[in-house]
DNA sequence: AATTAGCACTCCGAGCTTTCGAGTGCTAAT
DNA sequence: ATTAGCACTCGAAAGCTCGGAGTGCTAATT
């Protein structure tokens, strides 16, 4: 446990700012003017050298001044930073984004991704409320003729996916009959979860009792289910990467770009849903390609409909207290919203 | 009209290829060696002078080797590229890409953007035939309890759209038996193009007769509608534009990513479906952002169902030949699949 | 014991110079 | 019409200088 002196915290709290802000290597005569308490640069100089003997702050070179070490980071926003209270412009900005009508969770949270990074200046990810806890509220099968068909699935918490088919025959109302009977007489009211683990044993030969052959069924039935039971990412600002991470050669900005396109690596990064602010600095991240820059995430909690998650990616060097207060003022606002939008499915 | 002679233009399609595969000016010496003719470098030099006062070739810098002109480039692929018969394995890869099964004509589409990108190693758009010509054929409205309603607009070509909407009281069948009837004798059979004309006049006068207050079904009417009779364009291979636009500042690579994010806006890059292929090179290109870029477009054509268009967009120095061929054969195989794809929906 | 002034030392980066190689245009010879 | 020969140009890479910002250390001061 590594304690500091109460100056010895102010210098570090100015290095962060002045590393964050300006991005040049902080030097002892810049920290004279800035520091609240009245001391010479070779006082500071002094200080800085057993900052440095803890590894909070490192130099680039020789003789240059000091920029925080990951180390630095951790012990500012776990010992110093204290959350910003969120600018009233900005609680304005997401309260009218999410004021508007929307018709699926989906929608919100994607919507969610794109405020945070217009706010933010970063990347941002959200992830839906879990579905996990879900349960099948209904499941209709649509004939649209032209050898087309509809399978729509309803969760209880107001979720809808669908997926259309092109089968060889055209279905009739008579042969769906026993089908429907079946899912709602068995399995409406289950959760997702165990519908989806039915679907390997169970399901088959209940089903066969009901259809001749059931497999054209069973497809279906199990694209939409997955659909409905798979966990969605959405991001935001994939754009702004370019303006944090300028220095940094155009192949792993096109590997960056790579990985944030395929969103089923994302559950990896953001780790699971967790304490309710967390912030995890350079290597702390586990994610080789990340291990420059800094991710804040935070778990939002929609009571029983499950928690899901934010986060922002961005440089290791970000102003972390705005950040910060951000996340709780965004994180509280979104899980009202969608505390609001589920009053809709809990009559 | 520029004439040349054929030593001239064999010079010019060396340095072409050349260019096109080295990335550095061509010299006259190194195309002593390459030329099927035997001259010696300084006639190859005056030939170049000669070319250079016809602008079809231009040097970097006072002593530097040539590089084609954007002229230069036109010349060559109208007077003397000849498209590359399409590489086995290439058309082994489209069609095996396509072969699989689809439900979706967006789908196939969509794919068909992401092997063009794979193939060609640079950004494809795709656009679907166009659905201005489709028919309305059908036209529901699902309730699935929980204050949600689901509208499903089907057409003559297979395409279905689907928007979910969440109502205030919960439908029933009675309810929505005189709208479906009315949709099923006034609108079915109507090109989309129509019913959205309509829709601003007409649609609400008559519906007048059948519901007390029409404008809650108008409003989703109208919104599956415009959904499913807008364009939509495939992008694929969006990270390559790292590989081929490497020197370039990242602000200009930020600006291209930003408009192809904003697919409404490449109706206006790819323009109007036109002769069968088409070259654009620099600033050829209706749009700044593309100026040191070359576009090829092709039209293909699937009968009555209407026309599309794939586009690859391209560095100026590119391989024209396989390009165009490759442009060539993909046209043919995605027509016949889409033709294939249709005939479900002709019977 | 803590702080400070003074000073020699380090290193980066911007700008300048040098050098090398590839390429050109021109002239005169073939 | 073609070619050999040559002086000239320019860019890119490598080496150089120099100023500025910053450091650590020592000795003096509080």
Redesign the pocket.
Known sequence: MITLTE?QRLILKAIVRDYTEGG???????LVQELPV??????I??E??RL?DLGLIV????????IPSIKGYRYYVDHILKPEKVDGRDLQVIQHSLGGEFHKIDEIVAQSADILSQLTSYTTFTLRPELKDSRLSGFRLVPLGNHQVMAILVTNNGDVENQTFTIPNDLTGDELEPVVRFIDDQLVGLPLQDVLQQLQREIPLKLAKYLQNPDGFLDIFGSVLSKAASERFFVGGKLNLFNYTAQQNPKTLQSLYSLLDQTDNLANVIGPPGQRIQVRIGNEITNDLLKDYSLITATYDVDRHGKGMIAILGPTAMPYSRMIGLMGAFQRELARKLLDYYRYFDE
């Open positions: 100056r040049n290597p902080v030097g002892s005569k810049s009245k001391v010479s640069s070779a006082t100089r002094n800085m050298v440095e130099k680039t070179h020789l003789s240059s001044g000091r």
